[in-house]
Nanobody, 116 residues
Framework: QVQLVESGGGLVQPGGSLRLSCTASGRIFSINTMGWYHQAPGKQREMVATISNGGIANYGDFAKGRFTISRDNAKNAVYLQMNSLKPEDTAVYYC??????????WGQGTQVTVSS
């Protein structure tokens, strides 16, 4: 079983930046994908960005050019650098871990609020 612990959310003004961190522990498979999803009130959860253990990244269209996902395999950690934040980025951000043939794991979520 895998556990995920997220940190780094908070309140930021429009145009500001935040960096989210997520660390996985437990039974980690070497081949895996970690990523970030967000969910705003009344909306479905959607993919922000994912990154494979080999470093291949995918981004939601709204995140391209503003957000950067990275990971440290030695630490089983994934990061999301968010720049040029907009009010519409306000949501709960969830970390996710998946491995082939395994049920994925969600973190508890961290609130990001973009407001002046």
């Amino acid at each position: 079983q895998v556990q995920l612990v997220e940190s780094g959310g908070g309140l930021v003004q429009p145009g500001g930046s935040l960096r989210l961190s997520c660390t996985a522990s437990g039974r980690i498979f070497s081949i895996n994908t970690m990523g970030w999803y967000h969910q705003a009130p009344g909306k479905q959860r959607e993919m922000v960005a994912t990154i494979s253990n080999g470093g291949i990244a995918n981004y939601g269209d709204f995140a391209k050019g503003r957000f950067t996902i990275s990971r440290d395999n030695a630490k089983n950690a994934v990061y999301l650098q968010m720049n040029s934040l907009k009010p519409e980025d306000t949501a709960v951000y969830y970390c996710r871990y998946t491995a082939p043939g395994r049920i994925g794991t969600w973190g508890q979520g961290t609130q990001v609020t973009v407001s002046s």
